[in-house]
């Protein structure tokens, strides 16, 4: 199984730039095997004593196993949750600072029971704000002529992401490392608008106040300012 294992991250890694990998709590074969090609750790704790227990074991194993604790990051789930207990005491119990805070969100179980990811259900939601910080912080921004970057943006925004959705318009109207299309830029400024994003509303009825990638039409522009 670790063979296997290892066999599908090299395959994965030749068709996507991000990999996430929802472990087992366990330190088994396929877990080690996934260890030895990670570059970012994210270890999942809470306000409850038996996950810190569990966190610190973990913590030491990882230790045991010579794993690099710059790239361990500790993030801290439901954090906003009123159980007696601060972050300031876990990070003093784990003798390791929480990097990142997820807080607890109706928006979860919301997009749970409707089987749509929180993210994309609800962006505004704090949750969806913490997931995309995490994200930010984790991805590798592209250097170079920025093609990696694209590629993640423009696969995000067909899969219903609004930010990315309104980064892409950006990037299409403006020419940023793509080829400069308006009236692209207009369909995908009305995606994420439909999603509550205030900005690709403003930028969608600037186009249709200017006329830019399309006929002006005042009407369209009053409805979306």
Not at 140 to 164: C, I, M, N, W, Y
Not at 215 to 220: G, I, N, S, V
Request: proline letters at 6%; a neutral charge; aromatic letters at 6%.
């Amino acid at each position: 199984m670790p063979h296997l294992g290892r066999q599908l991250l090299e395959v994965a890694r030749e068709s996507y730039d991000v990999i996430v990998v929802d472990t087992s709590p366990f330190f088994h074969g396929p877990m080690l095997a996934t260890l030895d090609r990670t570059d970012e750790l994210l270890l999942i704790c809470s306000l409850d004593v038996p996950t810190l227990k569990n966190v610190r074991l973990a913590l030491q194993t990882l230790e045991l196993l010579s794993f690099p604790p710059d790239r361990i990051s500790l993030v801290l789930n439901r954090a906003n949750s009123k159980v007696g207990m601060k972050p300031g005491e876990v990070e003093s119990a784990l003798e390791v600072k929480v990097r990142f805070s997820v807080p607890s969100d109706r928006a979860v179980p919301i997009a749970v029971n409707r089987g749509n990811p929180a993210v994309l259900a609800d962006s505004r939601a704090d949750f969806s704000k913490a997931v995309r910080e995490i994200s930010k912080a984790v991805v590798p921004v592209a250097k170079g002529d920025g093609t990696s970057g694209r590629r993640l943006f423009r696969k995000a925004a067909e899969q219903g992401h609004a930010e990315a959705q309104y980064h892409l318009e950006v990037r299409k109207k403006n020419g940023d490392g793509v080829t400069k299309d308006p009236a692209q830029a207009a369909g995908w400024y009305r995606k994420a608008g439909d999603k509550g994003i205030d900005e690709a509303k403003y930028n969608l009825a600037t186009l249709y106040a200017s006329g830019e990638g399309g006929e002006k039409d005042p009407a369209q522009a009053a409805q979306w300012y």
